[in-house]
């Protein structure tokens, strides 16, 4: 009984603190706060918030906790944060669960105070969490009426962009690419006199300012480039007789080793890493055989290149898991190829045929629906596809992407949602999404105002910018809020004769 008089004397005394709304100190609630209000990269796009709450509270067993996020929080109009409400049933001693919140695409550095309150058996108090929004970098990238390379920046996530800048020593910058370890150092790769993609420059504070331009010994045109840490990334080029050679940093992208053989591929199509540390290449060798090799040690070394049987060459690959893998290619006799693995690569299938078709790209839009890119063997167009539905293992018949002549790119954008994007019979920038995981495709699009569709990057599954050139000359840029549906009339950037390339550094 008395017992009973004190637990009844201390919700008493509780309930009377809530109707005068007295603040409740969260720290006494909170085990694990997954952000950190003091940085300007706390909210990440389509990353919940999730607060570990941990309660202490003795109470009736049959009381219940309810936490209660406010509804929204707008800013300039912009709708950033959504409410979510929990009920918990707590025991008569601790009770303790897991609370997401949703927000929209953070596009300030804002900070709000968040509204956290507490509900007892229907009396309520409450507490403010202060709550940083991150700034979105992105990067355009091109060339000017001068033959310039020209870049603009955003730390709005699009909303204005800076004026167009000069980088001394290249005609054109050609892509970008940031590490995701640290969203704003990456490096952005220029065209020499002769149109080579020779030249690397360094960003370290989100694409505002460069480094002046940077050479790889031996490499005579850089390709592609991937960040697997803070320090390591690997890059792939080709020296002066087009034979693919490879680099890798230890220090961000500021330097980067001599270019070095990747075994016997003489032709590194792809190159995909499982890990921070483990990787994939392939190609082919030069008796053209279609060949793979491992790495374990972020791209340094590299493993005695194997065989996969039939394979003339293959193209590319992708990774479902540590130890799912597919690959695409082609053999001089059967055409499209793909084989399977999976043991990680010690392994492989045999190479089913992929009718009608020679692989050019390979993209999954889930861990079974995929689609491949190629050239049609009967038109020679490169705009056909075919699709997976299983992993890989079997592949539907040839089909062409309707008023396609050719495809630049494919996109994920979200569980079964990809674009591509490309030219027409014109000649003109086109557009095709799909929602099925790349069975069907939508007919072929045109954004008003672009001329040349270059390229595309999304901030959220929702949110993209795409960029080109118009009839004019001019650099412009266009807005999708709907996955790449629909997109805005297209919108000059001054300063720009072409934009080659966008991307998000976060």
Known sequence: MKNLILLLSFCCLFFACSKKVKPIDLSAFMT?????????????????????????????????????????????????????????????????????????????????????????????????????????????????????????????????????????????????????????????????????????????????????????????????????????????????????????????????????????????????????????????????????????????????????????????LVFLSATNIVVSGYSTVNGGLSSYSTDGGQTWSNAQTISGISPIGLLFLSATNGVVLGYNSVTLLANSYAYTTDGGKTWSNTQVFSGFNFILNIYNIASMNGLIIGRNSSNQGVYAYTIDGGKTWSSAQTISGITNLNAVAFITTTKGIAVGDNSSSQGVCAYTTDGGKTWSSAQTISGFSKIIYIVFSN
């Open 32 to 316: 694990n706060l997954a952000i950190d209000p003091s940085s300007e990269n706390t909210l990440f796009a389509n990353t919940p918030i999730v607060l570990d709450l941990t309660i202490t509270q003795r109470s009736n067993p049959r009381s219940t906790f309810s936490f209660t996020a406010n509804d929204s929080i707008t800013y300039n109009g912009v709708l950033y944060l959504q409410g979510s409400t929990i009920t918990v049933p707590i025991n008569s001693t601790v009770g303790s669960t897991s609370v997401s919140l949703s927000y929209r695409t953070a596009q300030s550095n804002q900070i709000f105070n968040f509204i956290i309150s507490y509900s007892i058996n229907g009396k309520t108090a409450y507490d403010t969490l202060p709550i940083a929004l991150q700034k979105s970098y992105a990067v355009m990238v091109g060339n000017n009426s001068s033959s310039q390379g020209v870049y603009a920046y955003t730390n709005n996530g699009g909303q204005t962009w800076s004026n167009a800048q000069t980088i001394s020593g290249t005609s054109s910058l050609y892509n970008v690419f940031f590490n995701a370890a640290t969203p704003k150092k990456g490096i952005a790769l220029g065209v020499d006199a002769i149109n080579n993609v020779k030249y690397y420059f360094y960003t370290s504070d989100g694409g505002k300012t460069w480094s002046s331009a940077q050479t790889i010994s031996g490499l005579n045109s850089l390709l592609s480039v991937q960040f697997l840490s803070i320090s390591n990334g690997f890059l792939v080029g080709v020296n002066p007789n087009n034979v693919s050679l490879y680099s890798y940093t230890t220090d961000g992208g500021q330097t980067w080793a001599s270019a070095q053989s990747l075994s016997s591929l003489t032709t590194i199509n792809s190159v995909v890493f499982s890990s921070t540390t483990n990787g994939l290449a392939v190609g082919k060798n030069e008796s053209n055989q279609g060949v793979y090799s491992f790495t374990t040690d972020a791209g340094k070394t590299w493993s005695t290149a194997q065989t996969i049987t039939d394979f003339n060459g293959i193209s590319t």
